[in-house]
């Protein structure tokens, strides 16, 4: 059952209408294909047509849509052999970053995430996503693992941002952030970051400063959220729509200014609609960037981050 958005009423309610004559179709004796085959085409071509012209505050709800796929979900679909690798070694395990050894395709790969969670106990579990300092301090200690070994780094990236509570100030909030942006910007080894739902302020950056960054086509990468921005601008967070437009939040803004590298395709609908789909799109991309990351020595690959970051804006 496709949870729906505000602004895909009018689908719902076309899709609600199909659903009804399909049971109507089964325990009566008319034929009523044909009226069904018309209402689906109607309701595929207003989805497309929807879809198409999305504003930055609907993609913005899109990329927070509680049935997108999470950390665990890419984890199944993308990747063999997950091996996860808990804890920093300092204080705790942040379950709002999950990482561990994988394997994508025939390459043996360090996969790091932030998970959300699914449901209301994992979402508490994994706090939303949003990670405290061990979180990061895991990450790092992950990717300078990764580095020793030799393998290739993958973060997926999705989070509304850092954990704001006074408990992850007190433990050194932003020097772990800070830290984990160090550690992508110095590793050795390749590293691809993909935006697969909300890249909020440095919750994100801590795991996308990589050699190349990609993004779904209705995710968001931004430094705050729209209704944050909104509060602090208008003092309401009302303002949130004019704040997405205003911030250029989207997939298709960024890759004009070059923040990110390339734009992952979702299905018609949103990741949502046909996880197996959005999955397979992203397994595919990450495959080619890092193949076309092969061969290049440690250094390289840390001038070529150093010189896509320092670009940006200039």
Known sequence: MVSFLEFEKPIAELEAR?????ATASVGDINIDGEIATLEQRAAKLLGDTYAKLTPWQKTQVARHPDRPHFKDYVAGMFDNFMPLAGDRAFADDQAIIGGFATLGERKVMVIGHEKGDDTASRVRHNFGMAKPEGYRKAIRLMELADRFGL??????????AFPGVQAEERGQAEAIARSTEACLALGVPMVAAVVGEGGSGGAIALAAANRVLMFEHAIYSVISPEGCASILWRTAEKA?????AMQVTAQHLKTLGVIDRIVAEPVG????DPVL???NLGSAIEAELDALDGLGAQALRTDRADKFLAIGV
């Open 152 to 161: 290739p780094v993958v973060s997926l990236v999705d989070t509304s941002g």
């Open 18 to 22: 199909i659903v009804e004559l399909r």
């Open 270 to 273: 949103g990741a949502h609609r």
């Open 241 to 245: 729509s004019d704040a997405a437009t």
């Open 278 to 280: 959005a999955i397979a």
